[in-house]
């Protein structure tokens, strides 16, 4: 019930294109849930997080669409460039609780010129 | 500030010696966080502290695996005897609220031989 999710494992786009990963989570009681990306040899950082409010929030090119009832949420990655070659983790807590991040096992994003 | 703070960032050792990783969390931040990450299991909490106090540590391998926190602005982890399937990246991370947003370091890549 703790789980998180992810899909699919890696994923190749064209650049421009658009990029989605998505997540799935059990346990209703999460209530924050943030996106990290990581470059290599760096470590993972804050790209956007949601809370379950709002069905969507965007920042730049980056969306969050969140689907409660279905207990989904996902990544889109609008014009991707090369740049955002990275890997995704999606991630999920419930601070109320004194809870603790629980991350997916993360996306390997590639976008080919 | 300049974010969390790992040392060293590579590590190359023999199977059976000790290995000590470094960690300076970001001032102020309360949470400190162990992850070990791999290709086959994504990021896996190894232990956090909450104000230099080990809350939870039920993520930490084996009795081989030690983590310390002396004050609020230091942390080890300690691997005593490592092998090589301890080779891995490991990463600290820091936070002032519970459950929101971890700030990472660079990671230390660990390669036991």
């Known amino acids: 019930q703790q789980q998180v999710k992810q899909s699919p494992q890696s994923l190749i786009v064209q650049k421009g294109g658009i990029s989605i990963i998505n997540c799935a989570y059990e346990?209703?009681?999460?209530?924050?849930f943030p996106w990290y990306q990581q470059f290599p040899g760096k470590g993972p950082a804050l790209l956007i997080a949601?809370?379950?409010?709002?069905s969507e929030k965007k920042e730049g090119r980056f969306t969050i669409s969140f689907n409660k009832s279905a207990k989904q949420f996902s990544l889109h990655i609008m014009d991707s460039q090369p740049g955002d070659s990275a890997t995704y983790f999606c991630?999920?807590?419930?601070?109320?609780?004194?809870?603790?991040?629980?991350f997916g096992k993360g996306t390997k994003l590639s976008v080919k010129p | 500030d300049a974010g969390v703070i790992q040392s060293p960032r590579h590590e190359v050792t023999e199977m059976g010696q000790e290995v000590t990783l470094r960690c300076k969390p970001i001032?102020?931040?309360?949470?400190l966080f162990w992850y070990r990450q791999t290709m086959m299991r994504g990021l896996e909490l190894l232990i956090y502290f909450n104000n230099n106090v080990p809350i939870d540590d039920s993520g930490m391998p084996e009795d081989r695996f030690s983590a310390k926190m002396p004050n609020a602005s230091f942390s080890t982890l300690k691997i005593q005897p490592s092998e090589p399937r301890d080779s891995a990246v490991y990463f600290c991370a820091s936070s002032y609220r519970q459950g929101y947003e971890q700030y990472f370091g660079p990671g230390t890549r660990l390669t036991v031989t």
């Open positions: 949601i809370r379950p409010d709002v």
């Open positions: 991630a999920a807590s419930n601070p109320g609780s004194q809870g603790n991040l629980i």
């Open positions: 346990n209703t009681a999460f209530d924050y």
């Open positions: 001032s102020g931040h309360d949470y």
